[in-house]
């Protein structure tokens, strides 16, 4: 009896003595249906493991619109997620206190405005008095307003704008209840199937201010998470380097590709070449003026402001923030190589 309790208090006292597991930290990434590098690094597991090594657990949530991801950043449920410049610059003036930390995708051909055959929109200024469906303040709806009344001399109120998410569009476009919609893929990919391109973000970009998709963080986590920061960006930065060394030979039936479509469906042929649609900027051109770096003068920054100072004159925001710089923070793809 006594060699049985000897043998139990020995192992309390090794148990007592050995380290304490750390816990992995949960961490919800929130996504939407936009195709790119970002999500190849998804589907073959880098993000899950890189992070596991530094202590995080991943739990990847998809969104149907950057102002659902707005909302659940707001709401302290999504500490990290992808939202286009318009929707940053509308949730950062509306007080959610977000950094963008990395060019998802430089917009240009992959967000278009199509019209349906049959409707008699055959260019822009056909709209007037049609219906066309688009995600509010997103980087299609800040364009679609743009190209309205900047570029083509059109009141918006001289057009029924619908809001409605990328999938809602597809069904109202098989109905015939829209005339036209400005959208990305694969939202995209299935309108234009039974409708033609009339304008797109490259151009009304090129005669307003480019759009693109981001990545951005909550201020505190990214302050309070450091380690997570740098192995995400680190990821990041591996997975845009090799899109660049390699996307131009990418097929179909590659991995990279059919790992998108794993994640956001649609199909492989419709992921290659929506692909082929955006701009994908690696890490050091990520660092440059043209994109996060520079401060008030980097490009970020710049289209922020403008997109908010349009949303404020659109009547869709109050105020505008006094300097939109603190919103964009270079230092996870400055400090890559250190």
Do not use: C
């Amino acid at each position: 009896m006594k060699r049985i309790l000897g043998a139990y208090a020995l192992a309390l006292s090794t148990v007592a003595i050995l380290p304490a597991v750390a816990q992995a930290e949960e961490v919800v990434v929130g996504y939407q249906q936009i195709v790119g590098p970002f999500l190849s690094a998804i589907a073959d597991g880098r993000f899950d493991s890189a992070l596991k090594d530094a202590g995080y657990e991943l739990e990847w949530r998809q969104f149907t619109s950057g102002g659902d991801i707005s909302t659940a950043l707001a709401s302290g449920d999504v500490p990290v997620g992808v939202i286009g410049s318009t929707g940053i610059a509308a949730a950062t003036t509306r007080g959610v206190d977000l950094q963008l930390f990395w060019i998802l995708d430089d917009i240009g051909h992959s967000e278009q405005l199509v019209a349906r055959e049959g409707s008699g929109v055959e260019k822009p200024a056909d709209l007037v008095g049609k219906t066309v469906g688009v995600p509010f303040v997103s980087t299609s709806h800040f364009h679609l307003l743009v190209g309205l009344e900047k570029v083509w001399g059109i009141d918006p109120s001289e057009v029924n704008i619908l809001n409605m998410q990328p999938p809602q569009i597809v069904a109202a476009w098989q109905r015939g209840d829209i005339d036209a919609a400005y959208v990305w893929p694969p939202a995209l990919s299935e309108i234009l199937k039974s409708g033609k391109a009339i304008s797109d973000s490259a151009e009304i970009g090129a005669a307003s201010v480019p759009t693109f998709d981001g990545l951005v963080v909550e201020k505190s986590f990214a302050e309070d998470n450091p380690a997570f920061m740098a192995a995400f960006t680190k990821v990041l930065a591996e997975a845009y380097k090799d899109y660049a060394d390699t996307g131009a030979s990418w097929t179909a039936e590659s991995p990279q590709v059919t790992g998108i479509v794993k994640m956001i469906g649609g199909t492989p042929e419709d992921a290659l070449g929506a692909l082929k649609l955006l701009g994908y900027p690696v890490a050091s051109e990520q660092a440059s003026e043209k994109w996060l770096g520079g401060g008030a003068n980097g490009g970020a920054a710049k289209a922020i402001a403008t997109s908010a100072a349009f949303l404020e004159g659109q009547g869709q925001l109050d105020t505008l923030l006094d300097d939109y710089a603190p919103v964009v923070n270079a230092a996870p793809v400055t400090q890559l190589g250190n």
